[in-house]
């Protein structure tokens, strides 16, 4: 590799902020801001924040960048970088920000939905590195996915493929947000698991979790059912193991579709650790195919903090 | 085309019986013949009964044949040939089908799974033709699937891939024969078809289905159901309505993690026909994502008698 492919710009763009780093080939961040997204001004303005927050690195710093990559939510058209619709982006429809950005920078840009770009991010430097083929999975407020095939994001036929989050696992099961029912999404996405566990909870008085949240339910969260469920507490474990099942239910059908058998969880909840893996892997193992089985292999994700810098910087180093 | 490439054998290699035919590039037999495979007699009894298939039809006419398809159960390693353990094929493991074949007739050997061969017969002779990705489920004794993306099967890491039959709708839905619960072999398979219906037809005094199997509830079979609801019978028609909802919920998941959303219903129950076409269609547009909705196509695959030793030939002309 030579020195211009050295560095890269990550741009990791959310609903509320945009977060900017410059990262190095091995995936260390050098340099990284953070500014606001102000979505609810429209894409012109979005698009105006970013090109701000790169001059803003580029002007502060004397790295030679080799490429800008941008992680974002929606639909990303692949191999265009054409933004479609991004959930929460009010008056969007289709941007090319990678033409406008590339245009500007004159630099190469590229774009990939955000859950896409953390499954790149973990192929370039994290758990990913050593397999051909794996899925991603971020659990946090809503649960992301992408699916690496033979080295490279699997998009589909429009770019909207890998929304792992939307598998349902059973058709009468809760509403999801998308529209459907029993989503794996409605059962491991931030607010659906707390809303779940608020109400279980109001059956468990001896629960140890009643005392994490000094008896305030608001107080529910991913990671006070850890807290409660390391302090032995039988009612937070269950709640992790059978979030484990959920998404164990989910992975054995993927497999049985994809034959792909490595799972890299990331996200908030994956901080749920051993209980969590041992569940899903326990439930995978139980219902995948015979031929699949031996092979099925369940890992954290490597990437914690700023996995969203370092997945947009990856699309620029995974192209090299 | 070339004129040797007008002539492909196809072979339908069965548990019971061995289809074998000669086919025209455009897909239609020009003869065919029917042997007993002899599965309980081993691996080498079941080749020698291939191999004299394929001299009778040889033998027997004057086609100059560019190859040999072969479509088999179980797990074919990709592009080797090498079929694995089939189901009720005792005595396997791994057998270099495609070798000992390609050997003796001195011609290219392609071997896939049936469910592949029947997609690449719809892809290369029937209604996946206009199409570059699309799914192909097989509705019979189980329920078989091949995905094709981008005008070729995706075999997955090691062939097992396009186990659409192994989707669950229901962790905790019947018990399916692989193992798992709630996976749609499970609601739409033959057996399991028929088992529930007469479950249910016993409280169901008034349907004009008993009178199709004259009171006996052991001939329940998927055309007297078609009957009775072309009768009008409320419970065959909800029979029906039931099962597009079963298997429409399995591929509007499937959509949204392959973001392929062309599906091709081929075998004996996809001849319920338009009430059955019409409930899944409903179903997966009402769970399927939002942007993926207008998109989505559900077919009845062509190829109907002898899609078998289409399919299988048609590995052939698809890799000319």
Redesign the interface.
Known sequence: MTSKNKYAIGVDLGGTTIKLGIVTSTGRILKKISIRTEAEKGPKKVIDNIIAGIDELIASSSYKISGIGIGCPG?VTPGKGIV??PPNFPGWKKVNIAKVISQKFKTRVYVDNDANAAAIGELTFGSGKKY??FIMITLGTGVG?G?VIDKKI???????????G???????GPKCN????GCIEAYAGNQYLRSRVRKQLKKQSESKLWKLINNDLSKVSPRNIQGAAELGDAFAKSVIDQLG??LG?AF???C??????VFIIGGGIAGFGKPLFDSIRKTIS???????RP?VRVLPAKLKNDAGIKGASALVFHHK
Chains 1, 2 share one sequence.
């Not at 998308?178 to 029912?181: L, T, W």
């Not at 049985?256 to 058998?261: G, P």
């Open positions: 639909v479609e619709d051909r083929s996915g699916i699997y998009h589909g036929d429009f770019g909207a493929a890998g929304e792992i939307h598998i349902s696992i059973d058709f009468n998308c529209g459907s029912y099942f959920q239910s054995a059908s993927l049985n579709v994809l034959d792909v058998s139980r219902r995948v195919m015979a031929p699949i092979r």
